[in-house]
């Protein structure tokens, strides 16, 4: 399986994010291999933006995705809506 890392940055109560965060993984879980590296990033901004950042690793390529919002929860979406499209498109190249 591959390695899974998360990163909270001022936030106080990680879990429940840290929950919301496993459950969209699944939509990538298929596309993952054991030696790929998936560090997620999760931060407050300022008061009230928050920001999240996945950085996918495999075979030396880096994927980036990332999301902003006033909503913690469509942050986190809006990033894992990008990484699904740029590695379907990354899939699709080869």
């Excluded at 913690?72 to 979406?77: N, W």
């Amino acid at each position: 399986m591959a390695k899974i890392r998360f990163y909270f940055k001022k936030i106080k109560n990680t879990q429940p994010y840290k929950l919301y965060l496993e459950g969209k993984i699944k939509k990538i879980e298929k596309f993952l291999k054991e030696n790929d590296v998936l560090n997620i990033e999760f931060s407050l901004i300022d008061k009230k933006t928050f920001y999240t950042e996945f950085n996918f690793q495999r075979e030396g390529k880096l994927l980036r995705a990332t999301g902003k919002s006033f909503n913690p929860f469509e942050s986190i979406d809006k990033a894992i809506d990008k990484l699904v499209k740029r590695i379907k498109k990354e899939k699709n190249k080869k």
